[in-house]
């Protein structure tokens, strides 16, 4: 298990050498010849397409989305008390409360958040038809399933054919979700606690180390992993 830093239980992790160490282990583990399911996965981990991880798994509530052991002592009622809904936007790898989707909505901005056509996700579908997105009764268990089912969608897309089509794949997300994250941001469309801002260069200075000490070894492996 890789453990967060000592004194930090964020949800997205800021530390690019925990993330690049994290990104090794599991290389190592694939080089070796083991098979790798990486377990409390949120969107910050679909780097590990390119430590050619086999599978991932996430969940529902946010404690099998990260680990933290505070979250598993926490009382029901506080957790209740903790929650709000939240839709998640594939393309700016952020969530946003409701109240920031109206604002979107109201300044035309809206469409720039829903999944790519391709994921043909059904659960979000209400957000984007042409009302107001807080009046549309969006709740935690269509936004649950929507969130895993877009998950799913872009851990497929996460391991390409070669190496360097892997790193370049999660490289253009990463710059076309700071793009969008920037444009929403400059017209008050913010995703506060969840929002992707810092962890995009995070996960880009975890991948440069991961590819100056794991390079080479998984571009002559890739076929075989």
């Not at 098979?35 to 599978?55: F, I, K, M």
């Amino acid at each position: 298990m890789c453990e967060l830093p000592v004194g930090r239980r964020d949800y997205l992790v800021e530390d690019p050498l925990w993330l690049a160490n994290v990104l090794e282990l599991c290389a190592g583990l694939r080089i070796a010849g083991k098979r790798v399911l990486a377990g409390y996965v949120n969107h910050e981990l679909l780097c590990l397409g390119a430590a050619a991880v086999d599978a991932v798994g996430s969940g529902t509530w946010m404690n099998v989305r990260m680990f933290s052991p505070d979250r598993f002592q926490a009382t029901q009622e506080e957790e209740t008390r903790r929650r709000a809904t939240w839709y998640y936007s594939p393309t700016a790898l952020s969530e946003f409360k409701a109240v920031f989707l109206d604002a979107a909505w109201q300044q035309g901005l809206l469409a720039n958040l829903e999944a790519p056509t391709e994921y043909s996700s059904p659960y979000a579908a209400p957000l984007f038809a042409g009302v107001q997105p807080s009046s549309t009764g969006f709740g935690e268990r269509e936004a649950f399933r929507h969130y895993l089912h877009c998950l799913r969608h872009q851990a497929r897309q996460a391991r390409r054919a070669t190496f360097d089509e892997t790193l370049a794949h999660h490289r253009q997300l990463l710059d076309s979700g700071e793009q969008l994250v920037t444009l929403l941001s400059s017209r008050g469309v913010l995703s506060q606690g969840r929002g992707f801002g810092e962890i995009f260069d995070v996960v880009r200075s975890a991948l440069t180390m991961f590819e100056a000490t794991r390079g080479p070894t998984l571009r002559r492996a890739w076929g075989r992993l």
